[in-house]
């Protein structure tokens, strides 16, 4: 450990980074969402959108430290539900053998439900074209990508991006392709002196379940730290959701438990020294570990995973906020020793391991790296830092220009 007077110098260090990106981040993300409800608000009920993810948890903007200034992403997370089961119904869930947090969904009586009108009448069509047993997580995913297509033959989305960002050109990529869960608009950004901004929405269907689950159960009475006992029922109350998602090898009828909403609430439970660290730490995990190997690189979930564990695991006194650096080093250390056993239980069902599926090659090279940072990350941080700054500033003040402009067009404008 370093000595004090160094140990102050370095966590001034970290705490200057932190906050020169704090208030252009909070335009972004603000505006952003504003963007997404004029892009989404013909297409999807303002009651069924859920926003997720790190514009509303923090730390989106950790996401720039992977590569240089010239290209940059900003990514909304959201959940499109369109369904729900009560407690009483939760007889049509079917777990899958020897696979924690994935379920099956009995068909007969899903239709029963009650749920968003287009995507039910679509996916009565198919059920009654192919009978199936279950419902279909790959079709439901198809159906919801289809209804939620822009095509923007009018060049409406390109204005108005153009107008609210400020850029000099505008492409805008459909959703088309379908990402695991999800299906996305991207839509990519050209600026003066070769910046590059890709805006992604990415839109997840899902079903809301209007109890917890009683796999997760061991997470509500587990002894802890952290959250404390109100947070912990009022995620309880809240429920999860499920979302179309197949194990590794499974077949297309697998659904999986996302905890989302539970995790944007911890996240806003967060005491400020634990946003800013949340924040530091993931934006070195996205400066040196974000690296492909065999196709295949860390999620960012795996260190908002380590955060949940750290913030759960540690007392009150850890969390001093003159010992950035420390704290720092602690959570890529958490992260390191998982490496180094290739394991990282899920933060609300352990029995599933995050890590399962990586690559053994690509484990052992995070940990390396790790095993220097976790000392002194304060001289990790990249040398274009300055330029981020500078730029997210810059983005974040066009951004505030385009407010009202934004509010204009959800009035007037038809998608």
Not at 139 to 153: P, Y
Not at 263 to 287: M, N, V
Not at 385 to 405: D, H, R, S, W
Request: net charge negative; proline share 5%; charged share 20%.
């Amino acid at each position: 450990m370093a000595n004090v007077g160094c140990e102050s110098l370095s966590s001034k260090i970290l705490h200057i980074v932190f906050e020169r990106l704090q208030s252009a981040e909070n335009n972004i993300c603000r505006l952003f969402a504003e963007y997404v409800d004029v892009v989404m608000h013909k297409k999807v009920p303002q009651h069924a959108l859920l926003r997720v993810g790190s514009t509303v948890e923090g730390a989106a903007l950790a996401r720039w430290f992977k590569s240089e200034i010239g290209y940059k992403e900003v990514e909304q997370d959201t959940m499109y539900i369109f369904g729900k089961i009560s407690e009483t119904d939760q007889h049509i869930i079917e777990p899958v053998m020897s696979k924690p947090g994935f379920f099956r969904l009995k068909s007969t009586d899903f239709l029963a439900m009650t749920f968003e009108p287009l995507v039910l009448a679509k996916f009565e069509l198919v059920t009654q074209t192919c009978k199936l047993t279950y419902v279909s997580s790959l079709k439901v995913k198809q159906i919801v990508a289809d209804l939620l297509h822009f095509r923007d033959n009018s060049g409406h989305i390109k204005r108005i991006v153009g107008a609210l960002f400020g850029a000099s050109e505008v492409n805008v990529i459909p959703f088309e392709e379908i990402q695991g869960p999800s299906a996305m608009l991207s839509i990519s950004m050209s600026y003066p002196g070769g910046y590059l901004i890709n805006a992604c929405i990415d839109n997840v269907p899902a079903i809301k379940l209007d109890f917890w689950p009683e796999i997760a159960n061991g997470w509500r009475t587990r002894q802890r730290h952290w959250p404390t006992p109100d947070v912990i029922e009022t995620l309880v109350q809240d429920g999860c959701h499920i979302v179309p998602k197949t194990s590794v090898g499974g077949d297309g009828d697998e659904w999986r438990l996302s905890f989302s909403l539970a995790e944007k609430t911890l996240a806003q439970k967060r005491s400020p020294i634990q946003k800013e660290s949340y924040f530091i730490a993931k934006a070195l995990f996205y400066a040196h570990l974000k690296m492909e190997i065999e196709g295949q690189c860390l999620p960012s979930y795996v260190i908002k995973t380590i955060m949940m564990w750290a913030c759960e695991e540690q007392t009150d006194s850890f969390w001093e906020f003159n010992n950035l650096v420390d704290i720092v080093g602690v959570i890529l250390e958490k992260l390191e020793v998982c490496l180094e056993v290739g394991e990282l239980p899920h933060y609300f069902i352990p029995e599933i391991n995050i890590l399962e599926a990586m690559p053994g090659q690509l484990m052992n090279e995070c940990k390396v790296k790790l095993s220097a940072i976790k000392k002194e990350p304060h001289t990790y941080i990249p040398s274009h830092v300055p330029a981020i700054q500078e730029f997210a500033a810059t983005l974040g003040e066009k951004m505030e220009q385009g407010l009202q402009l934004v509010k204009l067009i959800k009035k007037f404008t038809k998608l």
